[in-house]
């Protein structure tokens, strides 16, 4: 893996009680020991409800805390919504934008993941960006195009000193939750064109310096092979992040990945 530091994050998405998550936090701490997260950097997405908890768990452990989502908005009348400074006073370091759960299951359109991966860095979070083609779309070859304009979509504005606080998560939607993975090296395939588009929007040095991670049915198992992918750089964990050995061997697969 070339210089970019890998990153892994657990999204746990709609799971877990106060008492799970306080749980999961800690034998995920407990278990990580002090190599790891000197050699990768770790994110938890856990529900909102619990984000101080989870905070107040990792305490000043080595691994970060997100939110699943951010607001588009700075603050104000939006009912439901959760604002960047609102993440970061309850510890958060990071917000995943745009997630597919999100971006297809909400109808959030490119245009609002804007705002919000905007409102996320300008207030000093880091921003996840997750970009990924569905089923149909795959099957009508038309994923390098879909994948491109949410790219380019999403970044839209973004001056190229601001990307150190950006990475992109490529989650083929099929791939999500469902068992099946892309192959490894499709997962290259896809990351590198992402590279390219970035080399074209911004310039080479930037484009190389930006971490795009795969998720989509990530395990134990198959965690090698695709981190093992040059342009891989680590992964965005659902389902087996809800196991804290098993995110644990990802994290592990992913720090061989840097020492090697
Ligand atoms: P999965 O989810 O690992 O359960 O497929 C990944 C994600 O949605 O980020």
């Avoid at 965690?223 to 061997?249: N, T």
Wanted: hydrophobic share 40%.
């Amino acid at each position: 893996m070339p210089s970019r530091r890998p990153l892994v994050g657990g999204n746990w998405k709609m799971n877990t009680t106060r008492t799970e998550a306080e749980m999961l936090a800690k034998a995920v701490i407990e278990g990580l020991g002090k190599e790891l997260p000197e050699a990768c950097d770790i994110c938890l997405f856990p529900p909102f409800p619990w984000l101080s908890a989870v905070t107040d768990r990792v305490g000043s452990a080595s691994v970060a805390v997100g939110g699943q989502d951010v607001s588009d908005h700075p603050d104000g009348a939006f009912t439901g919504q959760t604002s960047a400074a609102m993440l970061l006073d309850a510890g958060c370091r990071m917000a995943l934008v745009g997630h597919s759960e999100r971006r297809h299951g909400l109808g959030e359109s490119d245009l609002v993941l804007n705002d919000k991966l905007k409102q996320a860095i300008s207030s000093g979070l880091e921003a996840m960006l997750c970009v990924g083609e569905t089923l149909a779309e795959r099957e009508a070859g038309q994923s390098e195009e879909v994948v491109a304009k949410q790219v380019k979509q999403g970044l839209s504005g973004v001056p190229a000193t601001d990307l150190g606080q950006i990475s992109i998560a490529y989650e083929p939607v099929w791939a999500i939750g469902t068992g099946r993975t892309a192959a490894a090296e499709d997962a290259q395939a896809m990351h590198c064109r992402i590279r390219a588009d970035l080399e074209n929007q911004y310039d080479a040095p930037s484009a190389k310096g930006v971490r795009i991670v795969y998720g989509g049915s990530v395990k134990p198992s198959n965690a090698d092979a695709i981190f093992a992918q040059p342009d891989v750089d680590g992964g965005l964990i659902g389902g087996a992040s809800l196991d804290a050995e098993g995110f644990i061997e990802i994290i592990r697969a992913a720090a061989s990945m840097s020492a090697s």
